[in-house]
């Protein structure tokens, strides 16, 4: 059954880690998505769903993040980005978001905060996707990556018509403002399409049936997680409108606490990935019903 969409949410790389290894659990059990129809993914989904929609074995994509040297190759750069930009950005993210006022006013307050940061240089974001996409061309799968025009606030969806790079679609789609820098496409800067939803899983409308991975908004007594949870309510409500039937998967209590609180964090990727995995086996049955 290829009938039904997947729609990945952001979450850093504590988020790809646990995404992952939900797959490769569930892919162990016998439950395919990469036979999804659809692809959506945001920021950290976007990793996860453009290497799922061009056919990758999940089971290798979590050998890949449990990997010894993964953890430290390449990456302490951007470790280091994320710990010195974080306090910054829960600042100004949840001043703007807990504050009220229209979305894309947000949005575009949010893009002058990531055009004037201070960050590690485009092109050395970008060649850190290189080690997971490489020089892949779009997936002939349909796959939809988003990001926000950190100008004017706009949200787009890059697809295979868009003409763009997939991986520069993808280093957009995870440009965490603040933290790591826009990408120039066609002219423009792109920041992390979780500015505008953690998982923009109305981009799913439509289809008979939706399976949602999301990250964010599992935890409580969390602003941003309150935050992340109201919109993904709004959006699974739009869905069943439409006539979708969803199937949502968040973290269990295991894998929330294998995440620790910040989902920047590279050093939890295994724990998060070894979570997701137990976490998957355990979904399986669910899933495999939903899907028959």
């Not at 769903?49 to 890949?64: I, S």
């Not at 002939?140 to 004017?152: H, P």
């Not at 969806?157 to 440009?175: F, I, K, N, Q």
Request: one cysteine or more.
């Amino acid at each position: 059954m290829s009938d039904f969409a997947l729609v990945l949410g952001g979450g850093g790389p504590v988020g790809v880690a646990w995404e992952t290894g939900i797959v490769a659990g569930l892919a162990e059990a016998g439950v395919d998505l990469t036979r999804a129809g659809l692809v959506v993914g945001t920021s950290a989904g976007s990793i996860v769903g453009a290497q799922l929609a061009l056919g990758r074995d999940p089971r290798q994509m979590l050998q890949a993040q449990l990997a010894s040297d993964v953890r430290a190759r390449g990456d302490s750069r951007l470790q280091e980005a994320a710990r010195v930009n974080m306090q910054s950005f829960l600042e100004m993210f949840t001043r703007l978001r807990l504050g009220g006022g229209r979305p894309e006013d947000l949005r575009r307050e949010i893009g002058a905060f990531a055009l004037r940061a201070e960050t590690i240089s485009e092109e050395e974001w970008l060649a850190s996707f290189g080690r997971t996409l490489g020089e892949s061309p779009w997936p002939e799968r349909d796959f939809r990556c988003t990001a926000v025009d950190a100008e004017d606030g706009s949200f787009v969806v890059w697809t295979r018509d868009s003409g763009v790079p997939l991986v520069r679609a993808v280093a957009s789609s995870c440009a965490v403002p603040g933290i790591f820098p826009p990408v120039t496409i066609n002219g423009r800067r792109y920041m992390d399409g979780g500015v505008r939803s953690g998982t923009n899983a109305d981009l799913a409308r439509g289809w008979p049936l939706v399976v949602v991975l999301a990250v964010m908004g599992a935890r409580r007594n969390d602003p941003l997680a309150e935050n992340a949870r109201r919109l993904l309510e709004r959006e699974l409500r739009a869905l069943a409108e439409s006539g979708s039937r969803v199937v949502l998967v968040q973290p269990d209590e295991g894998s929330l606490e294998a995440f620790g609180l910040n989902l920047l964090d590279f050093g939890r990727r295994q724990a998060a990935a070894e979570a997701g995995y137990r976490q998957g086996r355990a979904e399986a049955e669910r899933l495999a019903a939903a899907l028959a």
